[in-house]
């Protein structure tokens, strides 16, 4: 191996080493937003709805109706529990089969205007999709608190909706918006309006993985051993073995 590609290795590790240092402080402050944006009051939903666009993880006052005629499910989704989502290795009464299941989706008529949005009333249980319109139904004027989600891209390996089987893997809000005639407005409901033997409300996940420390010492102990290598074997003319 000649001088320029041994250099390169030590040069590559460390340049990734600081990428991820970037990338790890990047990570703090979006946690940080989320953090205090879950945390700060109830805002009330604007007028103008396009200011939601920069609104997404604040929580939202509204008070209304729901339209059970017109909810649907989205899914399958793991269930969250105090913003994280329930491990495949749970044991218990959430178990890894049992832990898998569906969003439910439902209009909600708001009473001061001529607005209709949607709510994500919560989690139910893969063996509950056929039978979770039997629950008892809340049909009075309430008021409720929800966290602003943004529509969202198909994710890698997801399959992609088929709105005219009923079938949602993903938050189309638009495409949503036009089963549900509503506005492409979604709320999570916060988990105090969860109901018995109804969904499980809360279903916002708040905690984000920030594995960059070990990616950094990862890279940056690789930048010293290959470092150590070519000083060894350029400089001090010395076999590496």
Same mark, same amino acid.
């Given at each position: 191996?000649?001088?320029?590609?041994?250099?390169?290795?030590?040069?590559?590790?460390?340049?990734?080493?600081?990428?991820?240092?970037?990338?790890?402080?990047?990570?703090?402050?979006?946690?940080?937003?989320?953090?205090?944006?879950?945390?700060?009051?109830?805002?009330?939903?604007?007028?103008?709805?396009?200011?939601?666009?920069?609104?997404?993880?604040?929580?939202?006052?509204?008070?209304?109706?729901?339209?059970?005629?017109?909810?649907?499910?989205?899914?399958?989704?793991?269930?969250?529990?105090?913003?994280?989502?329930?491990?495949?290795?749970?044991?218990?009464?959430?178990?890894?089969?049992?832990?898998?299941?569906?969003?439910?989706? $439902?209009? +909600? &008529?708001? %009473?001061?205007?001529?607005?209709?949005? @949607?709510?994500?009333? =919560?989690? *139910?249980?893969?063996?509950?999709? $056929?039978? +979770? &319109?039997? %629950?008892?139904?809340?049909?009075?004027? @309430?008021?409720?608190? =929800?966290? *602003?989600?943004?529509?969202?891209?198909?994710?890698?390996?997801?399959?992609?909706?088929?709105?005219?089987?009923?079938?949602?893997?993903?938050?189309?809000?638009?495409?949503?918006?036009?089963?549900?005639?509503?506005?492409?407005?979604?709320?999570?409901?916060?988990?105090?309006?969860?109901?018995?033997?109804?969904?499980?409300?809360?279903?916002?996940?708040?905690?984000?993985?920030?594995?960059?420390?070990?990616?950094?010492?990862?890279?940056?102990?690789?930048?010293?051993?290959?470092?150590?290598?070519?000083?060894?074997?350029?400089?001090?003319?010395?076999?590496?073995?």
């Amino acid at each position: 191996m000649d001088i320029a590609c041994w250099q390169s290795v030590p040069i590559a590790t460390f340049a990734l080493g600081t990428w991820q240092i970037k990338r790890w402080r990047w990570k703090l402050d979006l946690i940080e937003n989320l953090r205090h944006r879950t945390a700060a009051e109830p805002i009330d939903l604007p007028i103008d709805l396009d200011e939601l666009k920069h609104k997404e993880y604040y929580c939202v006052k509204i008070k209304g109706k729901f339209l059970y005629e017109k909810e649907f499910l989205m899914g399958p989704r793991s269930l969250i529990l105090d913003g994280e989502a329930v491990s495949e290795k749970a044991s218990g009464i959430f178990s890894r089969k049992s832990s898998t299941g569906y969003y439910v989706i $439902t209009p +909600f &008529k708001l %009473e001061d205007r001529d607005l209709t949005i @949607m709510v994500n009333r =919560g989690w *139910i249980p893969r063996s509950h999709r $056929t039978s +979770f &319109k039997m %629950e008892n139904k809340l049909t009075d004027s @309430m008021e409720i608190i =929800g966290v *602003i989600r943004e529509t969202e891209k198909r994710p890698t390996f997801v399959p992609e909706n088929a709105p005219e089987k009923g079938v949602w893997h993903f938050r189309d809000l638009d495409a949503m918006a036009k089963v549900a005639e509503a506005e492409p407005v979604y709320i999570e409901l916060l988990s105090k309006y969860s109901t018995p033997q109804g969904p499980i409300a809360g279903q916002t996940r708040v905690t984000l993985r920030n594995e960059h420390i070990s990616y950094i010492i990862t890279w940056y102990g690789l930048f010293v051993s290959t470092g150590y290598m070519w000083f060894r074997y350029f400089v001090q003319k010395l076999p590496l073995v």
